[in-house]
C-alpha cells in the first residue's frame, strides 16, 4: 500500500477515471474516505482535477435507466460545478492521442479517451481502480486499491 501524500508527490494535475466519481457521490463504504480527500484536496486547489466527457456519459447511464433524477443531478454538480475541477471534451487531438495509447497499451477506447484527456490537460496522475491501465508509462497510474489515507 502507497499513502496518498507519497502517491500525489510532485502531482499538481490529477486526472479522474469513472469509478472515483461513483464511489464518492454513491458512498462506497470501502472507497469513500480515501476518494473524499482526494476531491477536498481539488476543491481546496491543492491539486487541480480533469476528467472528460466520458465519465458524465458513464455516470448518467444508471440513474437514467432508473428514472432517478436526484442522482442524476448529484453526479451533474460533482462534474460540471465544483470548484478546481474541469471537465473536458473529447476533440480530434485527444482522439487522436486515444488512438496511440489503445495502439500502444491494448486499451478498451472509454480507457484510452480517459487517458488521453488527462494527458491533454497536462495531468501527472490519473486516478482509477483499474489495475490493468498500471501498462500506460504515459502518466502515473493511481490505482485505488493500491492507495491509503
Known amino acids: 500500500m502507497t499513502h496518498l501524500d507519497d502517491a500525489l508527490a510532485g502531482v499538481n494535475a490529477l486526472g479522474f477515471d469513472t469509478p472515483p466519481f461513483i464511489y464518492f457521490v454513491e458512498r462506497h463504504p470501502t472507497y469513500l474516505s480515501l476518494v473524499r480527500e482526494v476531491v477536498r484536496r481539488v476543491d481546496v486547489g491543492v491539486l487541480a482535477g480533469y476528467g472528460s466527457v466520458v465519465t458524465l ?34 476533440d480530434a487531438d485527444v482522439a487522436e492521442r486515444a488512438a496511440d495509447l489503445r495502439a500502444r497499451y491494448q486499451l ?33 497510474i493511481l490505482v485505488l486499491d493500491d492507495l491509503e489515507l
Open 57 to 90: 456519459t458513464e455516470v448518467l447511464t444508471q440513474p437514467k435507466r432508473l428514472g432517478d433524477t436526484a442522482l442524476e443531478g448529484a453526479y451533474r454538480s460533482l462534474l460540471l460545478h465544483s470548484r478546481n475541477f474541469r471537465l473536458l471534451p473529447i
Open 108 to 140: 478498451r477506447t472509454p480507457d484510452a479517451l480517459q487517458i488521453a484527456a488527462a494527458l491533454a490537460a497536462g495531468c501527472q496522475a490519473f486516478l482509477t481502480n483499474d489495475g490493468t491501465l498500471g501498462r500506460v508509462a504515459d502518466l502515473r
